[in-house]
């Protein structure tokens, strides 16, 4: 089965500055991943889903990029807001032919004022 | 917010005390998933389904069981709880085509003394 890592530490940046998030994976290569932001005592909402034949996707301040090389994924804030502050975490099917998703156990991020 | 609701909100309940956790959607999606959040391990998959009296197991579905008699609900049962199902139970929907983002519920923190 698929096995997610994403960093256990929160992230601490500045207002206004880019946040970045990573999220690895190891085994095979799925054929998409997504990204979800979760907040205190709320379930996870979906932000963004990328293709294994994407290189990057943009929505608004949110840009999503998937390297399948390195098996990874970068997830970045820019012009980070305190409001963008939250858990995000990052899915991908369970195993290959699948589309059950498998999450992450997510990154907290603090955006100081 | 997509049409789902889970009920109870919260519920205190006692070890080995039957326990039935109930996820209703108004949305008609095919696919309907339980999953168990935890500090330390993130979203963990118990039990899902992909119709009316189709469900298949997740990664820990020892000690729970489901059913789904009707589209729209989707019922988690604990036969009999124990405290290490202590926990945020996530209910989460997603539409007929595969590789379709979650909606998830706002969750049930489950208490078992």
């Known amino acids: 089965s698929q096995k997610i890592e994403q960093n256990s530490e929160a992230l601490n940046i500045q207002e206004g500055k880019t946040a970045t998030l990573t999220c690895n994976y190891t085994n095979y290569s799925p054929a998409y991943l997504q990204w979800y932001r979760q907040d205190p005592g709320r379930g996870p909402v979906f932000l963004l889903l990328i293709r294994e034949n994407e290189k990057e996707k943009r929505k608004e301040r949110l840009k999503v990029t998937f390297d399948t090389t390195l098996k990874q994924s970068l997830f970045h804030i820019t012009a980070s807001q305190p409001a963008d502050s939250a858990t995000y975490l990052c899915a991908l099917p369970s195993s290959g032919g699948s589309y059950i998703p498998t999450f992450g156990r997510g990154t907290s991020l603090i955006v100081h004022p | 917010d997509a049409g789902i609701t889970q009920s109870p909100r919260h519920k205190v309940t006692e070890t080995g005390t039957p326990v039935t956790l109930r996820c209703h959607q108004t949305?008609?999606?095919?696919?309907m998933y339980w999953y168990r959040q935890d500090p330390g391990h993130g979203l963990r998959l118990i039990h899902y389904?992909?119709?009316?009296?189709?469900?298949d197991k997740g990664e820990v579905s020892d000690g729970y069981s489901v059913s789904r008699s009707k589209t729209e609900d989707f019922l988690l049962t604990l036969e009999s709880a124990t405290s290490s199902q202590t926990s945020v139970y996530f209910c989460a929907i997603s539409g007929h085509e595969e590789n379709e983002k979650l909606f998830f519920g706002s969750g049930t923190q489950l208490s078992v003394l």
């Open positions: 389904s992909y119709g009316v009296k189709d469900t």
């Open positions: 949305e008609n999606h095919r696919y």
